[in-house]
């Protein structure tokens, strides 16, 4: 009997996955095979622009100078190349190839390298190298990481790259289609996350109390955030038009209808939601853990036992975010060092303003997680293994 209803338990899950996965799939497809997209780059009305993939077969000539203070190649070069994909695809071109200090790719006969053909007509077009061919070495260097996740995390590390491919198409062919056509950026934020957070925790640790428990306690700390969050940038006076791409979102605003105002509180929110998920999880794992290993403790030894490990994560995960946010600014940041900002200009300053919000919103997000993950945990996971005994003894 236990058996049968093992099996029937676990085609009702297989179906129920099937269904929401259908649903996903539809709901990718419709949103992002409609959506009109806005052509910014060309030269001139009617002529478009693509990137192809070349082969380098020889370097014609060059004039080319070591710069000793930056270690790069200055000058120019005339390259033969073989276009290889595209409407151009098998011609050969001769282009002239400029290296400064932004733009760098130094050809070589038998590389491949991605250039730039902007069209006015069959006949009329003109082409530059735009950068190095990266994509076979990103596509190895994804692979590295899914093989040594995978080979360490065993079936598990397979569920945590289904939950990373899961977050990153969520958020490529769903949320931002939906941004683009006019949908708002807050309620987009807030769908996402919380599919994001239902079907990774899922996938990392099934349909169970502990699952369960994280996912409560982080949409619960998240939805606190929020609204610390939205009080934050409305008194601060920040809002997405506040950021560096701001005037090119203006462009396409103009027609798409994306409400750009709500765009940095869209990606305050999903910046935080890796920490969110990685605290949630193992707060109710630990709790999980000791629960099994003495299931004579009360929900306040529990609660203390999950608390206990979310005040040593809550520093280190406060600390990762500025650490992380940190990162994304360092160039930024050495630029204010080195021009001697003065105080007021820098403490005023949009960028600064957006990141302390992002750092202080993130962070009290990831402590407000704790508590109510360990209350929670504390909670359903004795409520429900009690539950489950009584079901398998009927059974």
């Not at 040594?148 to 569920?159: M, P, W």
Request: charged share 10%.
């Amino acid at each position: 009997m236990l058996k049968f209803n093992l099996t029937r338990k676990s085609l009702i899950t297989g179906a129920v996955v099937a269904a929401v996965l259908l649903v996903y799939l539809v709901l990718i497809f419709s949103f992002f095979k409609s959506t009109p997209f806005y052509h910014l780059y060309s030269s001139q009305p009617g002529s478009y622009v693509n990137y192809e993939k070349a082969a380098v077969l020889g370097i014609q000539s060059e004039s080319l100078m070591l710069d000793h203070g930056s270690g790069l190649y200055v000058g120019s070069q005339m390259v033969q190349i073989r276009v290889l994909t595209g409407e151009h695809r098998g011609q050969l071109m001769t282009v002239k190839n400029y290296l400064n200090y932004t733009t760098n790719v130094k050809a070589t006969a038998g590389s491949e390298v991605i250039v730039c053909i902007d069209t006015a007509d069959k006949n009329t077009y003109d082409v530059w190298i735009y950068s190095y061919d990266r994509g076979p070495f990103l596509y190895i260097f994804a692979l590295l990481f899914i093989v040594i996740l995978c080979a360490i995390g065993g079936s598990r590390g397979i569920k945590s790259v289904l939950g990373i491919i899961f977050t990153f198409t969520s958020i490529v062919f769903l949320f931002i289609p939906l941004l683009y056509r006019g949908y708002s950026p807050a309620v987009a934020a807030v769908g996402v996350v919380i599919v994001t957070l239902c079907v990774a925790l899922v996938l990392l640790g099934g349909f169970s109390a502990k699952t369960l428990s994280a996912i409560l306690g982080a949409a619960a700390g998240v939805a606190i955030s929020d609204l610390i969050l939205a009080v934050a940038l409305a008194i601060t006076h920040l809002s997405g038009y506040s950021t560096n791409e701001s005037d090119a979102l203006i462009q396409i605003a103009g027609t798409t209808h994306m409400k750009i105002s709500q765009l940095l509180f869209a990606a305050i929110l999903i910046s935080s939601l890796g920490a969110i998920m990685d605290i949630a999880i193992s707060i109710a794992s630990s709790v999980n853990e000791v629960y099994i290993g003495n299931k004579g403790l009360g929900v306040k030894d529990l609660f203390k036992s999950g608390m206990n490990v979310g005040r040593d994560m809550m520093g280190t995960m406060a600390n990762t975010l500025i650490i992380a946010f940190t990162g994304a600014a360092l160039n930024t940041l050495i630029l204010i060092f080195s021009w001697n900002v003065s105080y007021y200009q820098l403490l005023n300053s949009n960028m600064i303003g957006i990141y302390a919000v992002q750092i202080v919103s993130g962070s009290i997000a990831v402590i407000l997680t704790v508590p109510l993950v360990s209350y929670i945990a504390a909670q359903l996971i004795p409520a429900l293994a009690g539950r489950a005994k009584v079901t398998e003894g009927e059974g």
